[in-house]
Nanobody
Framework: QVQLVESGGGSVQAGGSLRLSCAAS????????MGWYRQAPGKQRELVAL??????????SYADSVKGRFTLSLDNARNTVYLQMNSLKPEDTAVYYC????????????????WGQGTQVTVSS
């Protein structure tokens, strides 16, 4: 019922920037939360940034390792979340996964958890 389509990964040198996009489509009633996780080789998947309660009272949280460098934003009209990544470091290299908690007509007011297919980000020193 819901699909997440990611774009924007790639390779960049340390200090560079990338912007990831994730568009949700389908029978969406409300996006309850949306953001990005990442998984580096041999490591567990970790939260990068997440917007919760996507209305006017929404809040955004970031992993300590990306605070001040990454910015998460949500375009409610397009059901799309963007992750602007600046001052990239080699330790940011990972597969980045979009994640969303979305209400559909069948789950309202609750939601289901959805994942994108993942996009590779590689930062070279």
């Amino acid at each position: 019922q819901v699909q997440l389509v990611e774009s924007g990964g790639g390779s960049v040198q340390a200090g560079g920037s990338l912007r990831l996009s994730c568009a949700a489509s389908g029978s969406i009633v409300r996006i309850r939360a949306m953001g990005w996780y990442r998984q580096a080789p041999g490591k567990q998947r970790e939260l990068v940034a997440l917007i919760t309660s996507t209305g006017s009272d929404g809040s955004t949280s970031y992993a300590d390792s990306v605070k001040g460098r990454f910015t998460l934003s949500l375009d409610n009209a397009r059901n799309t979340v963007y992750l602007q990544m600046n001052s990239l470091k080699p330790e940011d290299t990972a597969v980045y996964y979009c994640n969303a908690d979305i209400s559909t007509r069948s789950t309202w007011p609750g939601g289901d958890d959805y994942w994108g297919q993942g996009t590779q980000v590689t930062v070279s020193s």
